[in-house]
């Protein structure tokens, strides 16, 4: 329990950390490709291929398995 000038543990204890730190872990950030018309971008941490938009022709992105 926190003391009432706010200094303590925090309830819960821990960093909060210990759930996230592996997350992503043996993962390579590779590529995001069009399927329509091929145009590749960078895969950006965080942020699924599938919810990304072609910029060229506005098709879904995929996954580039192929690095």
């Known amino acids: 329990m926190p003391n009432k000038d706010g ?4 309830p819960g204890g821990g ?3 210990g759930k996230q730190a ?3 872990a043996g993962q390579r950030a590779g590529n995001c490709v069009c ?3 091929g145009y590749k971008m960078a895969h ?3 942020q699924p ?3 990304q938009t072609c ?3 506005g098709a879904s ?3 580039d398995i192929n690095g």
């Open 7 to 10: 200094t303590g543990p925090m």
């Open 15 to 17: 960093t909060g950390q």
């Open 22 to 24: 592996g997350c992503g």
């Open 35 to 37: 399927p329509k018309c």
């Open 44 to 46: 950006v941490g965080g």
């Open 49 to 51: 291929c599938n919810q």
């Open 55 to 57: 910029p060229t022709c």
């Open 61 to 63: 992105m995929k996954k």
